[in-house]
């Protein structure tokens, strides 16, 4: 089980990856589509390895309510 | 008493298969973003960055799907080298066809010349020309033809919602075509293939009459699921990645296709692994997609005689299919 600064961390390393937006700028309060300009599409290739490090399961459905960086990490918390 | 009963005969065929040539078609009508952004809410800059699509071909009016068919098998059996009278069987394989009766293949057969061949349809929809090029190289290994035209050919247009602005940007009409035949050293390997109809209302015809996809799942699908199975038919014809020159993926959208192609460099794949990208000038064509692509690389000077290609389709049922072919 991850701590939630490990989440984030892990997190924000995926996004950068999958989408080249600086690991630092990946912050709890931003939000994906509108601060850090991901598309849906980028949001699938982020749960799908989010889902492998964290072992958690992030339905496509799930995926539109996800729509912070913090909403994010606050569901693989209480769901891994 | 013993029952006498009759033994019935068998044939073999060939202990090996190869391509011998291609041939496409397209829409007549090239349509641009910008042209598309008159009809439905989208622009060049979204489009660009959702599918990786600049422009389409789509159909004229009196342009059909044997027209396209026709004009692609043409050009595959004149490149192939061969006459119509050695062609002995045509498959089509295509999933837009405006009615089930008659097929494609038999009127399209007729009109290229091809004199009372096996004809037949397949659909297993963007996984078509796989799916079919397995067909015929096991009827030819079986001894039940000597030569197949294999075409895959699809008209979207009939079956696009112009106010669906997430689908009807991504879809093209076309036919691309190969021909197959016997060989000494095989040019054809076996396949990976299966289907996913637990995943059936993925891509569906909505209202029967518009095609949809469920994006986001399809996406997620094709950039997980796909990519292993390339791989396994990579293995299956005895080969590793690291000997694959040509990657030819169904063109169902570039982002899927960049994915594909990162997996398998990732998984031993060269860095100088030519992908097909094909998509960009003609959209999501199904079917049609893989040997259009081929035609055009052909055409191109991107592939030439020898070239280890790794064919990968997928798309709805679901379905997939995939093989390692060398290119004649």
Redesign the interface.
Known sequence: MSSIEEIQKGLAEIVEEVAGVAADDVSVDKSFVDDLDIDSLSMVEIAVQAEDKFGVKIPDDELANLKTVGDAVNYIASNA | MTNQRPTLRQFSGAAGTRLLGFGSAQGNRVVTNDDLSELVETNDEWIR??VGIIERRLADKDQTLVDMAVEAGAKAVANAGVSTSDVDTVIVATCTMPGNIPNAAAQTADRIGIKSPAAFDLNAACAGFPYSLMVASDMIRGGSAQRVLVIGAERFTDWLDWTDRANCIIFGDGAGAAVVGPAEEPGIGPVAWGSAGDLVDLIYLRDGRYIYQ????V??WA??QIAPIAERAVELAGLQLSDIDVLVPHQANL?IVE?IAKKLKQRGARDDLRVADDIVHSGNTSSASIPIALDHMNSAGRISSGDVMLLVGFGAGLSYAAQVVICP
């Open positions: 960055q959702r469920e994006g986001k799942s996406f997620r950039t997980t982002r994915s």
